[in-house]
Nanobody, 124 residues
Framework: HVQLVESGGGSVQAGGSLRLSCAASGYTASRYCMGWFRQAPGKEREGVAG???????RYAESVKGRFTISKDDAMNTLSLQMNSLKPEDTATYYCAADMACGFSSLFSAGFYTYWGQGTQVTVS
């Protein structure tokens, strides 16, 4: 049974930092693509950062240079370090995983089978 549990969300002032974590269980993270998505009220879910099974990473233009995704295969965890946060980063952030995806589909929500419950990030 695959399970993803996010943590680390919260409220922060603009310019601040947060670190999101996603604890994965029920599968071996090293074999999966994993990604972070976010969804703000009234907006579509969008890819923020992703990493394929080979360790290649991809970032949305809006977060490049500010966010860093990392995957610890030994601990089966995925993290997102978010620095220089802006009010427009406010959203619910979701962790996602799938074995069948590839680098080109890292930001395609429909390719991901497994999702966490989401964690709220509010930047004021």
């Amino acid at each position: 049974h695959v399970q993803l549990v996010e943590s680390g969300g919260g409220s922060v002032q603009a310019g601040g930092s947060l670190r999101l974590s996603c604890a994965a269980s029920g599968y071996t993270a090293s074999r999966y693509c994993m990604g972070w998505f976010r969804q703000a009220p009234g907006k579509e879910r969008e890819g923020v950062a992703g990493t394929d099974r080979y360790g290649s990473t991809r970032y949305a233009e809006s977060v490049k240079g500010r966010f860093t995704i990392s995957k610890d295969d030994a601990m089966n965890t995925l993290s997102l370090q978010m620095n220089s946060l802006k009010p427009e980063d406010t959203a619910t952030y979701y962790c996602a995983a799938d074995m069948a995806c590839g680098f080109s589909s890292l930001f395609s929500a429909g390719f991901y089978t497994y999702w966490g419950q989401g964690t709220q990030v509010t930047v004021s």
